[in-house]
């Protein structure tokens, strides 16, 4: 955004001094052609205005500098060409030596012989250049190509270019437009193309052209580029501008009254990710300050990051109440907030009949699945709760996911009338595949397990437990017919509760140190 910025600020530069250079302000034309070129030391155009300046102030060796420095960022530019050859015409020249040679002619004799082998030798050479020549060397489809007309015209606030056909066209791969030899971009900065198909038609803002104008007037130049990379000149058209349509005055901006939905204080739900925020405070210009929260099993929350401003219309649209309230003047960092139900007086007081921990059914008795409660929130009056199981060994338990589910008490102690269990909250795990948080693996390094209790069920050895991923680092091991054990060595890592569910009979315990590895078992 800031590099945008900054050419704006150059092109508004050289537009003012072309203005000057109009009213025949030229000091001051010249001072701001300087600062366009200590800001854009390849702006082309800015040196060839700075050289007019200088021209027209008979600054001669100074404007020479000037041309040779846009020529030398536009080589093929005809009009920087013009100015230097005018301004050369007033730089003093020095010493110019012209050489010349004379032509030397040699009366010698010649002999027939000679003359038939010259003769030789001048057929081989137009034979060459006729023939061979050619073949090896063809010419550039651009000097082949038949006539490529073009139409170019002025229609009120538009340059018209149409591509009108001719037998040539077939062979242009594209067309490419120029303006006073400065390539003519559109807005977004793309170059402006016309079409290669016969009726192809393009239409260039007036408006668009004045930016590389010094005058009202434009040579609009179009050449056909071939697939051979050459290129031919098929129209040149001089054009004059009208003026430049000035800029509309904005009208004043009436502004616009809106209600918010929401007051301070309030807590919303966003409607794709479900998350929380905070509605810290109603600002000017019709906009919330917005904060993330997070909530714990307690029902408290914390704000998250710093504030976010969002406009009320398009907040309204994507966020829902989820019907609670933060009663506070301010909401500091670190520090944990209470909530209560925006229906329900802060001051009324309930007494919840379960406890986190507590695993709660429909129905007494033994369950497969209950619901674990895992917060209170005296606030809202309502429990954290989530889906609890049993593990494939029968005890309590595990959460499938991590995200739990506020519902209200009352809802709770209705549906869920019986408590069956207990557990703490910290011997519960995540995922199925977990193992109960607190325990201690069954097995320890160089014991040997099996799945069956039969002679030659596969058996494995115990290398290693990490505590951090809860999983064994096993090996496949053999007993051999000398009494010793050889593993495989390749080294498994499973996981703690698939590996004691698979494996789940202990046969001995050796020295690992003891254990031969030998890598053909695999």
Known sequence: MCGIVQEEEINNLYKNGIEAFKKGELTHAGDLFMQVIDEKEDHHRAWNALGVVLTKTKKYDKADVCFENALSLDPSNEVYEKNRKKNKKH?????????????????????????????????????????????????????????????????????????????????????????????????????????????????????????????????????????????????????????????????????????????????????????????SDLLPDHQYLTYSLSRRNDGLFTLLNAGENESMMEYDKKVISSGLHLPYEEYPYGMSLQAYLVSKSPESVAYPLYNPGDIVSRMPGEAIEALIILGYDKGTDEYATDTIMRYPTGEWGFRPGAIAAWVSRSDIERMYSSRINRIALSRIGIGADSSPPGTHPA????????????????????????????????????????????????????????????????????????????????
């Open 91 to 279: 730089v003093p020249s020095g010493i110019r030596g012209l050489l010349s040679a004379d032509n030397l002619f040699l009366p010698l004799p010649v002999k027939p012989v000679f003359l038939l082998i010259g003769f030789a030798v001048l057929i081989f050479l137009v034979i060459t250049i006729f023939l061979i020549i050619p073949f090896l060397f063809p010419a550039p489809i651009s000097d082949t190509a038949g006539e490529i007309p073009v139409h170019v015209e002025q229609a009120d606030e538009l340059v018209l270019l149409t591509n009108v056909g001719g037998p040539g066209l077939e062979k242009v791969s594209q067309f490419k437009i120029t303006g006073n030899n400065q390539t003519i971009f559109a807005p977004d900065r793309s170059e402006r193309i016309l079409g290669t198909d016969r009726g192809a038609m393009l239409a260039i803002p007036v408006d668009e052209l004045h930016a590389v104008v010094l005058d009202d007037e434009i040579t609009i130049r179009v050449y056909a580029i071939f697939p051979d990379d050459t290129s031919r000149l098929v129209v040149t058209e001089r054009l004059v501008l009208p003026a430049p349509t000035p800029e509309p005055v904005p009208a004043t901006p009436v502004p616009v009254q809106y209600t918010p939905v929401f007051k301070k204080g309030d807590i919303v739900l966003d409607n794709e990710t479900g998350k929380y925020r905070l509605i």
């Open 443 to 522: 097995y320890r390094e160089g014991d040997i397990i099996a799945k069956d209790r039969g002679a030659d069920s596969q058996e494995l050895l115990i290398l290693s437990y990490d505590q951090n991923t809860s999983s064994y680092n096993t090996d496949v091991i053999y007993h051999t017919y000398g009494g010793s054990w050889e593993r495989s060595g390749e080294n498994t890592s499973v996981l703690r509760s698939v590996l004691e569910r698979q494996y789940p009979y202990k046969v001995r315990t050796v020295d690992i140190s003891l254990v031969t590895v030998n890598d053909q078992l695999g």
